[in-house]
């Protein structure tokens, strides 16, 4: 099976705009979350989506938003970027039963 | 709470050495724990997990023993090569309700390998 996919693998925008990030989960996996990795803070839970609900999210303003389609296909947008928000966002799939995650890539963001 | 400690880095060894990493970790509940590599550029690579008290997980000449009693998943390695020089992240997964989805990850430790 392909892995995960995320695109674009790299961004660059400037304070003020908006961004999207598209994550393709592995074939049949329905989950989807999504994680935050910057050197100060560490890796940082953002949220997680089972079939196109959002069922969990972690600490970060509404700013940060995400979806997910019925292909399971999952996208994460953030408005109003900040210099703050340069970091590499990495998104993981898993199946509905297990607790293992799979890794995509990752999308490395710089805002200037 | 859930929460991951993991020794910090850097750590550098030559190559042929022996590796630990330490991890510990609190939980609500009875988690799985895993072991992810991140190479320069790249994004997370599961090595290995365990999901119950005294289960070891191994991959790649990786061991790590599930402790309950220490709350403990020691990362291990006998004979370490300069291939193996990355980033590695301890984290759990606990049991349901608001912890869904979510992985609870260590600061990492950077190993470099010297030939």
């Known amino acids: 099976k392909a892995g995960v996919t995320q695109t674009p693998r790299y961004l660059i925008k400037t304070r003020g705009q908006q961004v999207t990030l598209s994550c393709s989960p592995i074939s049949g996996h329905r989950s989807v979350s999504w994680y935050q990795q910057t050197p100060g803070q560490g890796l940082q839970f953002l949220f997680e989506y089972f079939s196109e609900t959002q069922r969990n999210k972690g600490n970060f303003p509404g700013r940060f938003s995400g979806r997910q389609f019925s292909n399971s296909r999952s996208e994460m947008n953030v408005s109003t970027l900040e210099l703050g928000d340069s970091a590499l966002y990495l998104c993981?799939?898993?199946?509905?039963?297990?607790?293992?995650?799979?890794f995509g890539p990752g999308t490395r963001l710089t805002v200037l | 709470g859930n929460s991951v400690t993991q020794m910090e880095g850097p750590v550098t060894l030559s190559e042929e050495a022996f590796l630990t990493i330490n991890c510990t970790y609190t939980?609500?509940?009875?988690?799985?724990l895993f072991w992810y590599v991140q190479y320069p550029g790249e994004g997370l690579q599961l090595l290995l997990k365990?999901?119950?008290?005294?289960d070891k997980g191994s991959n790649k000449g990786f061991e790590a023993t599930y402790r309950k009693e220490t709350t403990s998943f020691h990362l291990e390695k006998g004979s370490v090569q300069v291939s193996d020089s990355a980033v590695y992240f301890c984290a759990l997964s606990a049991r349901g309700g608001s912890t869904l989805g979510r992985l609870y990850f260590g600061r990492g430790t950077q190993l470099t390998v010297w030939p």
């Open positions: 939980a609500t509940g009875y988690p799985s």
């Open positions: 993981a799939s898993r199946d509905g039963g297990g607790d293992t995650q799979y």
């Open positions: 365990a999901t119950k008290a005294d």
